[in-house]
């Protein structure tokens, strides 16, 4: 088998193999809800596994925070990008304002403070946290997600993601 002939077989094996990949019943697609509203949202190695997600308004969804690393990822969910002394620090708080999403745990959810105005919820090593919420209309637009620790080390390492709503 000459050498073109081999690459063309092998392309086409992996062409294969991704549209299998692809279509597999049940498995969403990256950065999409499944068909119960759940959308997963991965940290590993400091980075989200996947940046950019999409949900829809106007419906219940369940943010599925799954953190695989060892250390807390305190993840903070809002509108424009807060810096301060030069570092991201935050994000302003027009996502959530006004609504009330559950979190499971309960003791997840950090308090608002004047440094943290920004929706927060501790995702502990190891750990998955749940938000349950039902975004309204007015939110249709795109979102900011991250986590600031370490003075936001942590975000320009990478946890730093981009959420869509859409109608
Ligand atoms: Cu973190």
Do not use: K
């Not at 219940?60 to 799954?66: R, T």
Request: hydrophobic share 40%.
């Amino acid at each position: 088998m000459n050498r073109t002939r081999w690459l063309g077989l092998m392309l086409a094996a992996a062409l294969g193999i991704a549209a299998v990949v692809i279509a597999w019943p049940g498995e969403p697609a990256p950065g999409q809800i499944d068909d119960d509203g759940r959308l997963e949202i991965v940290m590993e190695g400091y980075e989200f596994e996947v940046d950019e997600w999409t949900v829809p308004a106007g419906q219940p969804v369940s943010l599925v925070l799954v953190n695989r690393d060892e250390v807390s990822h305190p993840l903070t969910f809002g509108g424009e990008l807060v810096i301060i002394d030069g570092r991201p620090a935050d994000y302003t708080n027009e996502l959530f304002d006004g609504l009330s999403p559950s979190v499971r745990p309960a003791s997840a959810r950090i308090e608002p403070t004047e440094e943290r105005e920004g929706f927060t919820v501790q995702v502990r090593g190891g750990d998955t946290v749940t938000v349950d919420v039902e975004f309204p209309e007015d939110r249709i637009g795109t979102w900011g997600v991250g986590c600031f620790l370490g003075r936001g080390c942590h975000f320009n390492a990478g946890l730093e993601g981009t959420l869509h709503i859409v109608d």
